[in-house]
């Protein structure tokens, strides 16, 4: 049976364009948070793979979406390198050791047989989703790009700047670009891992992609993120949030589609990348929140204004607060249209 989302990053002619959402598993759905009550937090839905691939398949079975993205963390790289992170409620993630120099970054270990052993955990699930995902349905892996990861492991935790990562890269140059390749080193074994457990795309993020300079991006992102899309066997997705000043250099990266936030137009993006260029994005997350009517006109626009060769989604990832009802009519109208 044919998978609309792979026809699409194949470049084929499709009736509609596929559609899933970044973040779809999780708060938005009761089920999820049912489930969640009854555990100790985060991490243990993480690192239970039964647990994972159920919350993996919630949203396909009750929105109808064309793809389900594996239930895990792009933190789970830092720790299988040597940093444990936790998952505070109310604030994410924070990390009780950090990179203070750059004698910390020798200390990590980034061998492909301890990566695969630290992170066995997500293969597991992802078989396990495969063994029960619908044939239509494609199943999706992800990954933090390297300049994010190291973002959290300098800073250890979220922040709206990060300004000690970011000074790290001025005042540490040398061991950033250590850093860096350990990461990208680590990323790439876990990437080959998801792809032998059955993930059919692989997406990378780079969500603080927007916090650097177009020069510190070219030298301390896109490199690292061109390494990891090189050694990728399946077609993949790159969202860098907030980089759109990099439009063309990520045109350039070894991956079948660019994710879109939603602060760029489709008109500009379309201009820079041309119209045979596959997209995904780029929904404003907060217009779900509105009327059906007002969603359904908006994602309508959206997908018209892509015009073809287009993933239906988001700009980020769905609020957690999101209404059901919201992203069910996001869904439904994607799933409806006709081009």
Partial sequence: MEK???????????????????RQA???????????????????????????AEVTLQPVDE???????????ILVIPEALGLPYEMIKGKGPYFP???????????LNSQSDHIEEQLVY??????????????????????????????????GQGSKTFSKARKFLVQEERAAHQLLEKITEATIFYFQHQQRAGAEVLQLFDSWAGLLSPAQYRTFGLPYV?????????????????????????????????GIDWNMMPSEVRRTLGTQQVVQGNLDPAVLYGSPQSIEKAT???????????IANLGHGVYPD?????????VQTALSYRY
């Fill in 226 to 258: 061109k390494q990891i899309l090189d050694a990728v066997e399946v077609p993949s997705i790159f969202f860098g949030k907030g980089a759109f000043f990099a439009l063309s250099d990520m045109q350039k990266l070894p991956c079948e589609a660019l």
């Fill in 122 to 155: 997500v293969s597991e699930a992802l078989k396990k989703v495969r063994q029960q995902l619908a044939p239509d349905k494609t199943l999706i892996g992800f990954g933090g790009a390297p300049w994010t990861l190291l973002a959290y492991m300098i800073e």
């Fill in 322 to 330: 999101t209404p059901l009802d919201g992203v069910k009519a996001f």
């Fill in 97 to 107: 050791k950090t990179i203070d120099n750059p004698a910390d970054i020798q200390n």
């Fill in 26 to 52: 999780g708060r938005i759905l009761p089920q999820y948070r049912a489930l969640r009550k009854s555990l100790s937090g985060f991490k243990e839905l993480v690192e239970t793979p039964e647990l994972a």
């Fill in 4 to 22: 609309i989302l792979l026809q699409t990053l194949r470049g084929e002619t499709v009736a509609r364009p596929p559609v899933w959402l970044m």
């Fill in 300 to 310: 309508r626009e959206m997908i018209a204004a892509f015009d073809g060769h287009h």
């Fill in 63 to 73: 929105l109808g979406v064309d793809a389900a993205i594996i239930f895990s963390d």
